[in-house]
């Protein structure tokens, strides 16, 4: 059996919208990889990680490192590519033009245009950190998970509180 | 220095291990369980001010975010570090109002146990205040000294009292900057007012409120609290004491104090050496009683009574883990309320005595000064009478103490100097003068369980005292320096530089002086203030070549002492920083511009070893500016971690 990808999922019940994943995802992308450094940054580390808050529903969006990427197929400058064996999609920010396209194509509205440097900036599951996705180790009600979707199920299933706050929405 | 994680003080390495075995949740337990920390509300960029929000300020977004009033990063920093130094200053001084009841009622005659220890400090303080002291009795003296310091508190005219000590140069730049405190209540209030909802936004005036509320704490709440708790429990002189968690007895009755106030502690100081309270500990197994304290109190108590010492902020939990309190005595301030979940594991009962503080699911003894000694020792029996549930086989009390000498004040220090008969700063001076003494350091401050337990306080402190600069602490931060052996006179010579060494070994006092509680650093004002006035250092605190430094700050009251200790012209090291650090206006104003208004600015560092590098920079810049003689021992500058 191939191994499933490991992504990163959400629980939307559990989202309070504290944007606290947005906070941590601007640190990850930050020089200075802190919080008072990135702050003072110029041009400031932008997050690849957005909380839609809704009246109904909160649910923080980032890549989902889609099986077939619209953006990968609409980069005329071939910066998106997608990693077979970890199933993860990247932008190489060398070859990235700024043109947008991504932007304007991805269903999620998961790809960033960063204007400040102008390119595009999206998810890299924080592959060089070694506590995993900041956004992960960074939310306090447990609403995103990194895993593989059958190790996000188990966890899913395992959350106490979800079923009541399921029925109360 | 210890490596582990949580603490660089081995008792609390033991203490904390033998909790976790235990299954016992503490402090840094629960801390890691909170975590990560809030980023809006850590950079001072949540306001929780008005019932629209909370709005928070998205400090990685290019456009100018601002909350749903129009607020914007600057105003909202501002506000919320104005409402933490109210907080801060309303501790102090809801603290020193308590004490003016006290000397009044003691003068009274009502207050059960208490004279005036200090007479001649009665009167001074009295004469100061244009009180006729010639033929009127010490006991109405100390009631109308007692009424008029309370007129500080609500007066609708003037200004704070003690302000008129400060040196003419600072009073100028209060005064030019509008920022005299006039009573103290108000200021505070004033605070609160500003700080509502659609009132101050411009972070600058906040911040100047902000510092006429932290200078009528420093020269008003602290002041009035330091000074009239020298005059009804006596001034401190030098005292020999031990400090750290090794100092629990294990066949007697523990009694730990904990809080600020000493005005209980100190009945408990009284009935704890009675006779017949001895006797009673001994009907019940135990050799006798032993009193100490943590956090202030103990302070309060060491400084004038010589107990014991348990241990600082971070070691309120251990003490009751150990197995081996009877009886814990909590106030106010700093008191955890997860003690309650610690002390519900033991046989230790554990009991609040002030009003104003109650913790769910503990006694509440209500202290009354009519009755204080009685007071005092009701609850000395109770815990007597406790001592047979103590299960002595699970006691483990970690062996580690420590000797130390406190008791110095601004009055008594320099006595020393001196010598008895020529009570004089001229020798400190001469001896900054002469390149022996780099400058005065006050080192300050709580805990922070986000800051490796005492780590930074004697990492700084040890760097400090190597490069000849003389330490005066109050507070945590005192007690743990105290635990690392450097307020022994002997560690002059095993720790200190040439210079401080040679001072400390003429004049007969340690590296480090113990200047009491928090609301005692007044008493470093008053050092600093002294300084000048015996002249050849500055004609302003401003131009001393002195610092201060708090560097596991974690409450607000320490927000409140910074302020005013910069706002007097002591250019103050403080970390972590006070949460302004999402408005770069704010950042800027706290860190260069206020250096134009007072003289001194704010400095947030986080490194230690950084902080020793720049107190030292800072201390040979205001020496260079004084043409002040070269350090007659060069040292090494402060090595890198």
Known sequence: MTSQPRKIFAISELCTACRSC???????????????????????????????????????????????????????????????????????????????????????????????????????????????????????????????????EEYRNTRPLLKQLKAHR | MSQHPISSDPATVKAHQHAREQNLTTVWERHEAVKPICAFGDLGLCCTICYMGPCRIDPFSAEEIRGACGAGRDTISARNFTRAVAAGTAAHSDHARGICHTLIETGQGKAQGYRVMDLDKLKRVADEHGLKTADVSFADLAVRLGQRLLENFGQSEGSVSFLKRAPKGQQERWERAGVLPRAIDREVVECLHRTHEGVDAEYRSLILQAVRCALADGWGGSMIATELQDVIFGSPRPIRSRVNLGILKKDQVNVVVHGHEPVLSEMLGVAAREPQMLEYARSKGAEGINLSGICCTANEILMRQGFPVAGNFLQQELAISTGAIEMMVVDVQCVMPGLQQMASHFHTKLITTSDKARIPGIEHVPFNEHEALDCARSILKNAADNFVRRNQASVDIPEEVMDLVAGFTAENTFHHLGGTFRSTYRPLNDAIMSGRLRGVVGVVGCNNVRVQHDYNHK??????????????????????????????????????????????????????????????????????????????IGEDLSQLPVAAAAVEAMSEKAVAIGLYAVASGITTFFSPAPRVLGSPAVYEYLTQGIEKDFGAHWVFEADPHEVARGIIAHLDQKRTALKLEPMKYQQPLARTA
């Open chain 1, 22 to 152: 947005e906070i941590a995802c601007a640190v990850a992308h930050s020089r200075s990889a802190s919080l008072i450094g990135a702050i003072l940054e110029v041009p400031l580390p932008r997050y690849r990680i957005e909380v839609q808050a809704g009246s109904t529903l909160n649910l923080p969006l980032n890549c989902r490192h889609c099986d077939e990427p619209e953006c990968l197929f609409a980069c005329k400058a071939g910066a998106v590519s997608k990693d077979e064996a970890t199933g993860q999609v990247r932008v190489d920010l060398e070859k990235c033009v700024g043109c947008w396209m991504c932007v304007m194509i991805c269903p999620y509205g998961a790809v960033i245009p960063d204007a400040l440097i102008g390119k595009a900036a999206k998810c890299d599951l924080c592959e060089n950190r070694a506590e995993g996705p900041a956004c992960v180790t960074s939310c306090l009600t447990g609403a995103l998970f990194y895993g593989t979707e059958e190790e996000f």
């Open chain 2, 459 to 536: 990492t700084l402190v040890e760097e400090l005292l190597r490069n000849d600069v003389l330490v005066v602490e109050t507070g945590c931060a005192a007690i743990a320096c105290a635990k690392e052996g450097w307020m022994r006179p002997e560690a002059a010579r095993e720790i200190a530089g040439k210079g401080l060494q040679e001072i400390c070994e003429v004049v007969g006092i340690p590296p480090v002086l113990h200047m009491g509680s928090c609301v005692d650093n007044s008493r470093i004002l008053i050092a600093c203030t002294e300084m000048v006035r015996e002249g050849g």
